[in-house]
């Protein structure tokens, strides 16, 4: 009797075990899966998308079909940090999660998961794209997992520049083309136009804006002063190539200078006074409408102003990008190469319902066929094949130059950010390239105002107004900006705690009359030390050393 009592016990517990495992599975059907019958993914994204399409677009709609995949993101106008920060204390995570400079962050969290296995098993497009750079996806020399699929362009070629002086093409053409080698040049040339046209449209005319709004004070503000001094990119840091000594670039004696420039811009009256508190929104308007004559900016953070001025017909008030720089023997580095970057990238969470579905969606967007719909578009639709060879025809391609909302509407480059891609130049197997971009393309893609500007100046290409590649080493750290650190290090407080000084004290400087610029200066580089920026600056040079080590 005891037997068959045990007996029935077992088969009723097996029973409810199945009719558990069932109800499970079956929640977990409702959680994943949309009335499409799609597996639904949701997405953080520490970067805006101004052209996000819902994935309605007839491109989104293909890369649903083709993966089984609905994307539901959420896009953070702030870089990220706070809402990261809000994620890693309540536990909770979405499927996917693009966290620009957080991901160490996360990885401290334990939020996410070793994709290695994953990739081995499920994403042969993904070992391709990476090829010999595969190894760069390492963590750490002390952690070997792969949290982060690093999604830059892979081995591009760029044909535009991205950091620069940009002046309206209208100031230049009405002075006659001249030089554009300095900041002083870029002065004279400002202020002779706002002089003669002290007002466009009815509006006052803007010498020139900066934006300070968040983080992006870093962006149009402070890192215009290791470009304009010979230096490249490495966040708030200057790297010694030799010695790979870190040191915070604010304290270069060259940059300075540079924010003494600004100042002196303030001070004869070439300054946008709304510079520190206008918002990002207002700042894009208000170049949008034509009367700034001047930024200092990257060209993806103006974009939007661009193709708004290009769409009303206004392309003498587009900007033109210039190297110029506070003196005339420094070199503009915005062609130094950094390598393939490898850290900042999407990273699945351990909260992901279906990690097999995502690192599939994230291996089809790698693929052959991912990347040509996501750079060429869908044939027949947005290009024909002619003699073997894609060919956009030239009213898709007018759309592409001149419609502000094509991206949106077609869904071409959507989902671009979100996988690794082939950079500009690179060549499919029929010996085309998986871009649309070229020379050719580029200089198509002008106005005929950018034509006679750059015609004027005896070049073809913007580019060609700047150093080239060759006439810089490769970084062997690729960027100091690149190497994730955890959220709550103690070299991401200092780092922070040193922003916030920058936040206050550099437009402070700036605004100050010039015989008070030394004095604020001064205290800003104590302020600067006093917040323990020679432990971030010796704890920098180890990550250096380190990365280098890692990646050779």
């Not at 993101?73 to 990261?84: L, S, W």
């Not at 760069?136 to 830059?152: E, Q």
């Not at 700034?292 to 009303?312: G, N, P």
Request: hydrophobic share 35%; with cysteine.
């Amino acid at each position: 009797m005891k037997r068959t009592s045990r007996f029935i016990f077992l088969s009723v517990l097996i029973f409810m075990l199945v009719i558990t495992g069932c109800s499970k599975e079956t929640s977990k059907e409702k959680v994943t899966k949309n009335k499409d019958g799609q597996v639904e993914l949701t997405l953080f994204s520490a970067d805006p998308n101004s052209q996000w399409d819902n994935m309605e677009s007839p491109v989104s709609k293909v890369i649903k079909e083709k993966t089984g995949v609905t994307v539901k993101p959420e896009f953070d106008v702030n870089g990220g940090t706070q809402k990261i920060s809000l994620m890693v204390a309540s536990g909770e995570y979405p499927d996917l999660i693009f966290p620009k400079g957080s991901a160490g962050t996360l990885v401290e969290a334990g939020a996410l998961i070793d994709l290695t296995d994953l990739i081995n098993k499920y994403a042969p497009n993904l070992k391709k794209i990476y090829g010999d750079y595969f190894s760069r996806l390492k963590w750490s020399n002390d952690d070997k997992s792969i949290y982060i699929l690093p999604t830059s362009a892979i081995d591009t070629q760029y044909f535009s520049p991205s950091h620069g002086v940009g002046l309206q093409n209208s100031v230049v053409k009405e002075l006659g083309y001249p030089q554009i080698k300095t900041l002083k040049d870029v002065e004279n040339v400002v202020k002779a136009y706002k002089e003669k046209y002290p007002k466009i449209d009815g509006q006052d005319t803007i010498g020139l804006s900066l934006l300070a709004d968040d983080w992006r004070i870093m962006i149009s503000t402070t890192n215009p002063a290791f470009w304009a001094t010979g230096a490249s990119d490495d966040g708030e840091y200057y790297i010694d190539p030799k010695t790979y000594k870190a040191t915070m670039h604010y304290k270069r004696p060259d940059e300075r200078e540079y924010f003494r420039w600004l100042n002196h811009m303030n001070d004869i009256g070439l300054l946008d006074p709304e510079s520190f508190v206008q918002k990002y929104d207002q700042y894009i308007a208000k170049l949008s409408s034509g009367r700034v004559l001047a930024i200092t900016d990257d060209d993806w953070e103006f974009a939007d102003a661009q193709r708004a001025l290009k769409e009303q017909g206004k392309a003498d008030r587009m900007f033109g990008m210039y190297p110029a720089t506070l003196t005339g023997d420094m070199k503009q580095a915005n062609f130094q190469s950094s390598g393939y970057l490898a850290g900042w990238g999407i990273g699945i969470t351990k909260d992901c319902k279906d990690p097999v579905a995502a690192i599939k969606f994230l291996d089809f967007l790698a693929s052959d066929e991912g990347q040509i719909l996501q750079n060429w578009g869908i044939e027949g639709k947005n290009y024909t094949i002619e003699n073997g060879k894609r060919v956009i025809p030239a009213d898709e391609m007018q759309k592409r130059n001149t419609d502000a909302n094509y991206v949106k509407k077609t869904g071409i480059g959507v989902l671009k950010g979100w996988a690794p891609s082939y950079g500009d130049g690179v060549t499919d197997e029929s010996g085309q390239t998986y871009t649309i971009a070229s020379p050719e393309q580029v200089k198509e893609s002008y106005t005929d105002v950018e034509k006679e500007v750059l015609k004027n100046y005896g070049v073809e290409m913007w580019r060609d107004l700047y150093p080239k590649a060759e006439e810089f080493s490769v970084k062997p750290w690729g960027a100091s900006y690149n190497i994730q650190v955890a959220n709550d290090s103690e070299l991401a407080l200092i780092e922070k705690k040193a922003l916030d000084i920058v936040k206050k004290r550099i437009p402070e400087a700036i605004l100050a009359k010039p015989s008070q610029f030394d004095k604020i200066y001064d205290t800003f580089l104590k302020d600067l030390d006093a917040a323990g920026v020679d432990k971030a600056e010796k704890e920098r040079t180890k990550l250096i050393k380190d990365r280098v080590e890692l990646w050779k």
